[in-house]
């Protein structure tokens, strides 16, 4: 029975307890016996996998501005 979901995880009871599961993978990442703890450790891990996600998706936007103004070349290196 799934007690919560999000992006990327979701919290269901299981045999030991309530399992936090990946699911994208289908891993159970975390089992625990308090709802408070595989809330709180699946919101955290899905906050991490979203937050991660923007900051590559941003970082890559830069340096392909950068490269379209000449900053710099296809590897990332600065043109002096």
Request: proline share 1%; net charge negative; no cysteine.
């Amino acid at each position: 029975m799934t007690v919560h979901t999000n992006q990327h995880y979701e919290v269901r009871v299981g045999a030991s307890g309530y399992e936090v599961v990946n699911l994208e993978t289908a891993v159970i990442e975390e089992t625990t016996k308090n709802l408070p703890d595989a809330l709180f450790a699946a919101e955290n891990m899905n906050a991490v996998l979203v937050h991660k996600t923007y900051e590559w998706i941003g970082k890559r936007a830069r340096e392909r501005a950068a490269e379209e103004i000449g900053l710099v070349r296809g590897g990332g290196n600065t043109v002096q």
